[in-house]
């Protein structure tokens, strides 16, 4: 990569986190596949910091799984099997390329494993509380379709909610990666059908948990996520006829 005087202060005040955003998308549409990745004297010349800012946003990108260091080897890019796709941050970079519809189905392949479950789990173990946290979030989506409200944002309250009124640690702990593929992932279902998600269905998924149907839940989520799922395979061109 070559050097860029003004590259230090694109990076934003916050350095570390700024050269990690900079690396981090360069490594992921592959600015480093047929070049060695820079030293950490390179690095810090480059961006214009300190090595204690390198040393911290390699580090961050070595436990992200998307570089590795060995001893007389340096530091050098881990193929793509090795990148933590449960990472906020290296999910995001990947949504950000130009082939994210793939990964977008892939990803909705695991929703409609985890989120039908998830729906079951919060009609069993939901208290008053977590039920008005699912009602807040179709309340937001109604009020969006009204223009009072950000469509994507009140999607993805709904939804994170759902997770954490499961009562399950492990559904809790995907809500980050979930809220960060939903960005992309509405936004591209809303643009091929023209509109916002429908109401009417996410209103099914919180009727059965607020009357602690558990089948029912499952089933109105994973009917929510497979018509998300034809219209990722209707915009790659490869709906069944």
């Known amino acids: 990569m070559p050097e860029d005087g003004s590259l230090r202060s694109r990076l934003g005040r916050n350095l570390t986190q700024g ?43 070595t ?3 998307l570089l590795s260091a060995r001893p007389r080897q340096g530091t050098i890019v881990q193929p793509s099997s090795n990148w933590n796709l449960f990472d906020p941050d290296v999910l995001r970079w990947l949504l950000e390329r130009r082939s994210s519809v793939e990964l977008l189905r892939q990803f909705n392949q695991l929703r409609i494993a985890i989120e039908p479950e998830a729906a079951a789990l919060a009609s069993r173990f939901h208290g008053e509380d977590d039920l008005a946290g699912i009602s807040a979030g ?20 709904f939804h994170v909610a759902i997770l954490d009124a499961s009562g399950n640690p492990f559904y809790r702990q995907f809500r980050d990666v979930v809220s960060t593929a939903l960005h992309t992932s509405i936004r591209l279902t809303n643009n091929i059908k023209g509109h916002s998600a429908s109401i009417a269905d996410h209103s099914c998924v919180l009727d059965a948990i607020a009357q602690r149907d558990e089948d029912g839940a499952r089933r109105a989520m994973r009917h929510l996520i497979g018509e998300v799922l034809e219209l990722i395979d209707q915009e790659a061109g490869d709906a069944p006829a």
């Open 19 to 61: 050269m990690l955003e900079n690396l981090g998308r360069a490594i992921i549409v592959g600015d480093y596949e047929d070049v060695p990745f820079p030293t950490e004297a390179e690095l810090t010349a480059q961006h214009g910091v300190s090595r204690s800012v390198t040393r911290e946003a390699v580090k961050m990108l």
């Open 63 to 65: 436990a992200k799984g």
């Open 138 to 157: 179709l309340a937001r989506m109604r009020e969006a379709e009204k223009g009072n409200d950000d469509t994507l944002t009140a999607d993805i309250a």
